[in-house]
C-alpha cells in the first residue's frame, strides 16, 4: 500500500479580492507561508483564472498545486476549509495535464511562442469574418473556414471556452484535443473535429490585411497573425490535486451530465 505524501513546506498564493486575501491571512497564520522555490505544493486561493496563473507560474518546476475556491468561478478549485489542510493534501488525488505549445506568426514574420493550459484559439479583430485554412499534420483538412475564429482545447481545457461554442467535453484522459469553430459561418454545418493529441495543427489566415486575426494562449495575445501552429507539448508535465471523490475526472464527467 502507498503511503500518503505529507506535503510540510507550503506556499500560498492569493487573487487580490477581499475574500482571497482574508483566507491568505488565516492560512498562513496556522501554516506558514513557504518560498515558492523551496515550497512542497503550492495552495492557490482565488477562482479559475488565478489557478491557471498559478499553473502559469509554476509550470517547468513540476510542483503539485492545489487550489481552493475563494473566487467566481471554481471548476478546477476544492471547496475551502482551514481546517487539517496537510491531511486533505496527503488524500488528494493527482491529474497531470500537458500544456498546448502556440507559435504564432504575425503579419511582420515574427514568431510568438506562448503555452496554454485550456486552449488557443484565433479570433476576428474586426468586423470582418476570418477566413481561415486548416491543416493536420501538413496536411490540408479545410481549404476555407469563414467565421469568427477557431479553437484548439485540452481536455481539462474542453469545459471552457470551448463548451461555450458548443465544442465536446473530453475526459481528461483522453488522449484528443478538440477543433472547434467559433460561430461557423461557412461550412456552416461543421461543428469541428477531434484529434489525437499528437496532432500537428496549422491554421493558415487568409486575406490578413482585409479580415485580421489575432490568436490567444489562455491570456497571451498576438495581434495580426497570419499562421499559427498548436501541439501538445509533452515535455511539460502540470499535477494538480483534488480532493478525495472530487477529482478533475470526475468534475469533466459530472459536467456532460449538466444542463
Same mark, same amino acid.
Do not use: C, W, Y
Given at each position: 500500500m502507498t503511503t500518503p505524501k505529507r506535503y510540510e513546506r507550503i506556499a500560498f498564493v492569493a487573487s487580490p479580492s477581499a475574500e482571497a486575501q482574508a483566507a491568505l491571512a488565516q492560512l498562513t497564520a496556522l501554516y506558514g507561508n513557504a518560498?515558492?522555490?523551496? &515550497?512542497?505544493?503550492?495552495?492557490?486561493?482565488?477562482?479559475?483564472?488565478?489557478?491557471?496563473?498559478t499553473l502559469h507560474d509554476h509550470m517547468r518546476s513540476g510542483k503539485p498545486i492545489y487550489g481552493m475556491?475563494?473566487?467566481?468561478?471554481?471548476?478546477?478549485?476544492?471547496?475551502?476549509s482551514t481546517h487539517d489542510l496537510h491531511g486533505r493534501l496527503a488524500a488528494a488525488q493527482e491529474s497531470v495535464i500537458h500544456p498546448l505549445l502556440m507559435r504564432a506568426t504575425d503579419a511582420s514574420g515574427v514568431v510568438h511562442i506562448h503555452h496554454a493550459i485550456n486552449e488557443v484559439y484565433l479570433?476576428?479583430?474586426? &468586423?470582418?469574418? &476570418?477566413?481561415?485554412r486548416i491543416l493536420i499534420d501538413e496536411r490540408e483538412r479545410m481549404p476555407e473556414l469563414i467565421a469568427d475564429g477557431v479553437l484548439v482545447a485540452t481536455p481539462a481545457g474542453s469545459t471552457a471556452y470551448n463548451l461555450s461554442v458548443?465544442?465536446?467535453?473530453?475526459?481528461?484522459?483522453?488522449?484528443?484535443?478538440?477543433?472547434?469553430?467559433?460561430?461557423?459561418?461557412?461550412p456552416r454545418r461543421w461543428r469541428g473535429a477531434l484529434l489525437p493529441n499528437t496532432a500537428y495543427v496549422i491554421?493558415?489566415?487568409?486575406?490578413?490585411?482585409?479580415?485580421?486575426?489575432?490568436?490567444?494562449?489562455?491570456?497571451?495575445e498576438v495581434r495580426n497573425v497570419l499562421r499559427v501552429e498548436v501541439l501538445s507539448d509533452k515535455t511539460i508535465s502540470?499535477?494538480?490535486l483534488f480532493d478525495a471523490g472530487h477529482s478533475l475526472e470526475e468534475r469533466i464527467l459530472s459536467e456532460q451530465f449538466g444542463y
Open positions: 518560498d515558492p522555490d523551496l &515550497a512542497e505544493v503550492v495552495v492557490a486561493l482565488g477562482g479559475d483564472g488565478l489557478m491557471l496563473q475556491h475563494r473566487g467566481t468561478v471554481g471548476f478546477l478549485m476544492n471547496e475551502f479570433f476576428r479583430q474586426t &468586423a470582418q469574418t &476570418a477566413r481561415l458548443q465544442g465536446p467535453i473530453l475526459p481528461i484522459n483522453a488522449a484528443l484535443l478538440a477543433l472547434t469553430p467559433i460561430s461557423a459561418f461557412r491554421i493558415e489566415v487568409l486575406e490578413g490585411d482585409k479580415r485580421p486575426v489575432a490568436a490567444v494562449a489562455d491570456h497571451d502540470m499535477r494538480m
